[in-house]
C-alpha cells in the first residue's frame, strides 16, 4: 500500500509543475485523496460484496474532495486527477494507467440498463477540463480529449 501511494505522489510531481513538497502533495491535493480513499477503502468493499458501506465511504470520499468515484470504477496505476473538483467517474467506468484527468470531467453513461455502461481509457489517456465522455466504450491508449468535449463515439488511439 506505501508502494502504490509512493508512485501516486511520484505521478503528482511529473504531471504538475506547481507541486513543491510530498507534505503539500499529502494533504492538498484532493485528487490524491478521492484515489486513495477509493482504492483502500470503496472499491475492495464493493468487490466484497459491502455495497451499501461502500457506497456511503464514496459519498464521505465526495463531501470531502469534490470528486465522485463509483466503488465500482476500475482504476489503474499512476492514474492522476489535477484539480478534482466535479470529476464523475461512473460505476463501470475503467480508467487504464498513467492517464489523467482534469477538473470537470464526467465518465458517464447513457443507459439505464445494467451491464457496462460506461467508458474505457486505455493506457495514457488525458482527459481535458469539463470533458465529458459518454457510453460504453473505449478511448484508445495515447489519446488526448480536449477541454469541454463531448464524446460519444470510440476516440483511436493516440
Do not use: Q
Amino acid at each position: 500500500m506505501f508502494a502504490r501511494l509512493r508512485e501516486d505522489i511520484a505521478v503528482v510531481f511529473e504531471r504538475d509543475p506547481a507541486a513543491r513538497s510530498t507534505w503539500e502533495v499529502l494533504t492538498c491535493y484532493p485528487g490524491l485523496h478521492a484515489l486513495v480513499w477509493h482504492r483502500a477503502a470503496t472499491h475492495r468493499l464493493w468487490r466484497a460484496g459491502l455495497r451499501w458501506l461502500a457506497r456511503w465511504l464514496a459519498h464521505v470520499s465526495r463531501w470531502l474532495t469534490g470528486i465522485e468515484i463509483h466503488p465500482g470504477a476500475t482504476i489503474g496505476r499512476r492514474v492522476f486527477i489535477d484539480h478534482g473538483m466535479g470529476v464523475v467517474i461512473g460505476e463501470t467506468a475503467e480508467i487504464g494507467d498513467d492517464c489523467t484527468l482534469y477538473h470537470g470531467v464526467t465518465l458517464g453513461g447513457v443507459s439505464w440498463n445494467k451491464g457496462k455502461r460506461h467508458p474505457t481509457l486505455g493506457k495514457g489517456v488525458v482527459v481535458g477540463a469539463g470533458a465529458k465522455i459518454l457510453g460504453p466504450f473505449t478511448v484508445g491508449d495515447g489519446a488526448k480529449v480536449g477541454s469541454n468535449s463531448v464524446v460519444v463515439k470510440p476516440v483511436p488511439e493516440g
